[in-house]
């Protein structure tokens, strides 16, 4: 069994910046990819952010130059910081873990945008 807990997530003006956590426990042996995703009401759940162990990074296109993914394989945590943060980033935001295959999530934290 693997457990993902994230942390981070509230309330942020426009333009401000937040920092999400994900920490891994359990059976983490050997974790592939850890990545982002979020779901915004009414939408379907999209990825925002992935890195590998060897550290390659892909970004969805409306967050580039905005959010920073990073992991530490030793800790099996992960971050994902946030910046200049827009409305439209607003929606419950997933950890995601690929091990051997198999991929795992975080029950969500909320991340609202608004003024």
């Known amino acids: 069994q693997v457990q993902l807990v994230e942390s981070g997530g509230g309330l942020v003006q426009p333009g401000g910046s937040l920092r999400l956590s994900c920490a891994a426990s359990?059976?983490?042996?050997?974790?592939?990819?850890m990545g982002w995703y979020r779901q915004a009401p009414r939408k379907q759940r999209e990825v925002v952010a992935i890195?590998?162990?060897?550290?390659?990074?892909y970004y969805a296109d409306s967050v580039k130059g905005r959010f920073t993914i990073s992991r530490d394989n030793a800790k099996n945590t992960g971050a994902l910081e946030m910046n200049s943060l827009k409305p439209e980033d607003t929606a419950v935001y997933y950890c995601?873990?690929?091990?051997?295959?198999?991929?795992?999530w975080g029950q969500g934290t909320q991340v609202t945008v608004s003024s």
């Open positions: 995601n873990v690929v091990i051997q295959s198999f991929s795992h």
């Open positions: 359990g059976s983490t042996f050997s974790i592939n990819a």
């Open positions: 890195i590998t162990s060897g550290g390659s990074t």
